[in-house]
T-cell receptor, first 108, second 117 residues
Framework: AQRVTQPEKLLSVFKGAPVELKCNYSYSGSPELFWYVQYSRQRLQLLLRHISRESIKGFTADLNKGETSFHLKKPFAQEEDSAMYYCAINTGGFKTIFGAGTRLFVKA | GAVVSQHPSRVICKSGTSVKIECRSLDFQATTMFWYRQFPKQSLMLMATSNEGSKATYEQGVEKDKFLINHASLTLSTLTVTSAHPEDSSFYIC?????????????FGPGTRLTVL
């Protein structure tokens, strides 16, 4: 079965420091991977997806099929990046499977 | 961007009563809608997937007679929690996709907080 693992429940970094939110998935084929973000008191929203190969708000994520990973990175964290981040996978069906989420806290 | 609304945003009800939550796609047609449940400080748990005009597909462990889902139109899906009990208290979130394509973005509603007394 498809599964998404986010090993860190909480990640705390200082402003300006690099940040990496880890995501590993289990699927033998070619999945579609996403990162969703939920800021305080806001709804869940799409941050980026691997097929777009884009950088959103300074964040990037590269799909590594060998390691089955899709880690989210940003070279210099900002306080406004503090939020809950969810990695998600879609393997061709209707539904998307979400990881447990990582809460990022950027300290001033 | 596409907007999904939910109504009500919060509801308090007595044990044994039924509660209906509406999910609407405001500016697009949602062929597929999803209902999630989120417990405090936990991830989203997919409850069911519904396609317009057909019966919802429930995830394992979710009682279909307890959580009634109706997706009668391309812009509206409803979740009815029947005979609610305190353990049904939770944050319910719906989302919608424009089609079944796996690259399509899911747009999320703001959620509904249900408290059962």
């Amino acid at each position: 079965a498809q599964r998404v693992t986010q090993p860190e429940k909480l990640l705390s970094v200082f402003k300006g420091a690099p940040v990496e939110l880890k995501c590993n998935y289990s699927y033998s084929g070619s999945p579609e991977l996403f990162w969703y973000v939920q800021y305080s008191r806001q709804r869940l929203q799409l941050l980026l997806r691997h097929i777009s190969r884009e950088s959103i708000k300074g964040f990037t994520a590269d799909l590594n099929k060998g390691e089955t990973s899709f880690h989210l990175k940003k070279p210099f964290a900002q306080e406004e990046d503090s939020a809950m981040y969810y990695c998600a996978i879609n393997t061709g069906g209707f539904k998307t499977i979400f990881g447990a989420g990582t809460r990022l806290f950027v300290k001033a | 961007g596409a907007v999904v609304s939910q109504h009500p945003s919060r509801v308090i009800c007595k044990s044994g009563t039924s509660v209906k939550i509406e999910c609407r796609s405001l500016d697009f047609q949602a062929t597929t809608m999803f209902w999630y449940r989120q417990f405090p400080k936990q991830s989203l748990m997919l409850m069911a997937t519904s396609n317009e005009g057909s019966k919802a597909t429930y995830e394992q462990g979710v009682e279909k007679d307890k959580f009634l889902i109706n997706h009668a139109s391309l812009t509206l899906s409803t979740l009815t929690v029947t005979s609610a009990h305190p353990e049904d208290s939770s944050f319910y979130i719906c989302s919608a996709k424009t089609s079944g394509g796996r690259t399509d973005t899911q747009y999320f509603g703001p959620g509904t907080r249900l408290t059962v007394l």
